[in-house]
């Protein structure tokens, strides 16, 4: 998986990317990850299809963007955010360390609907690497 990892913009350019998730089942998508190089942080998403979810498929792409983020790009800060309505997304997160930090009430419509999102960070210092490696699908 590390090999997949796009270059890097340099320090002055800051740009969004969309990293590919390759399973036998197909291609799955981690949602675009955005880079504020102001802050040294990076927020990230993910998005799968109905029938990847449970399958850890999320907890494994978002280790090994954690282990990019911190160990390659130096970054400090980890940003998400999730609807308060997905508490698996929430869990995913919390698995990995991330911290709630607050609720950001009414910014989005999902599914037509106003919704509320939970934003949660992960600080270099705060961040416990798994053990676990990175599975050679």
Sequence with gaps: MRNAWPDWPSHTQARSCAIPILRPTGTRRLAPCVRSLRRVSVSVG?????????????TEAARAL????????????????????????????EKLGFVREGT???????????????VYGLIRREWQPSSEPVPAH
């Design 104 to 118: 950001l009430r009414e910014d989005c419509v999902v599914n037509g609907e106003v919704s509320h999102s939970w």
């Design 46 to 58: 993910y998005c799968f299809d109905d029938a990847a979810w449970g399958h850890g498929y999320a």
């Design 66 to 93: 954690l282990r990019w983020a911190f160990d390659t790009l130096a970054l400090n800060r980890v940003q998400a955010e999730t609807d308060t309505r997905n508490v698996a997304s929430a869990r995913v997160l």
